[in-house]
């Protein structure tokens, strides 16, 4: 698949977008990627486009939405440089990848952070429900509140976009829905009705 296909798929709204796509290692990683669990589209550029569709589902001013595409386009794009290796070497996380791809283009830090902590509630959860850790769960989610800082809100709407794809288990974002008080709970809407 060529550059200009994947413009055609991904369809960018704007030259920022559009940007990316002309970045030969960002278009390999759109193209990496098997149907596996969580993600049974496979490839990157298929989970993006879901992610937007979700975004579009959702009640939001135009800025929002900018900056929740822009997360979308680069957050697991650089998961075919991951390090993957045991112990894992956490600075290579395709996370901290994608960061230090965005920071060439936006000098908004906390954009920055809500890109490289977006599985960091994802992290909490499974601390709390899967070890039983729970006050390191909430030292982690207190420390990933403060570095998305006034970006919360967002960080949950990516959170719940992200999530709510594949076959993705749905039970992170229920706990983080019912269990952080300072977000404002939303629900997509699809056609007339709120999910």
Not at 61 to 68: A, I, N, Q, S, Y
Not at 122 to 148: D, I, M, N, P
Request: some cysteine; overall charge negative; hydrophobic content about 35%.
């Amino acid at each position: 698949m060529n550059a200009q296909q994947l413009t055609a798929l991904l369809n960018p709204e704007t030259s920022l977008e559009a940007s990316f796509l002309r970045d030969e290692e960002y278009l390999r990683g759109l193209i990496w990627g098997v149907p596996r669990y969580g993600h049974p589209e496979g490839t990157i550029w298929r989970h993006i486009i879901e992610i937007n569709q979700n975004i579009d589902a959702l009640p939001i001013d135009p800025e929002t939405r900018r900056k929740l595409r822009i997360i979308s386009f680069v957050h697991d794009t650089f998961k075919h440089v991951e390090h993957r290796g045991n112990p894992r070497d956490w600075s290579k996380h395709h996370s901290v990848y994608a960061r230090n791809f965005l920071a060439r283009y936006v000098d908004d830090p906390l954009l920055l952070n809500v890109v490289e902590l977006h599985d960091e509630a994802y992290y909490c959860w499974r601390l709390a429900h899967l070890y039983g850790k729970l006050s390191e769960a909430e030292e982690r989610l207190e420390a990933l509140r403060e570095r998305v800082g006034e970006y919360w809100q967002l960080y949950y709407l990516f959170f719940k976009c992200d999530t709510s794809t594949g076959d993705k288990n749905p039970a992170p974002l229920l706990w983080f829905e019912r269990h952080v008080k300072d977000i404002e709970v939303v629900r997509f809407e699809r056609g007339q009705t709120a999910i």
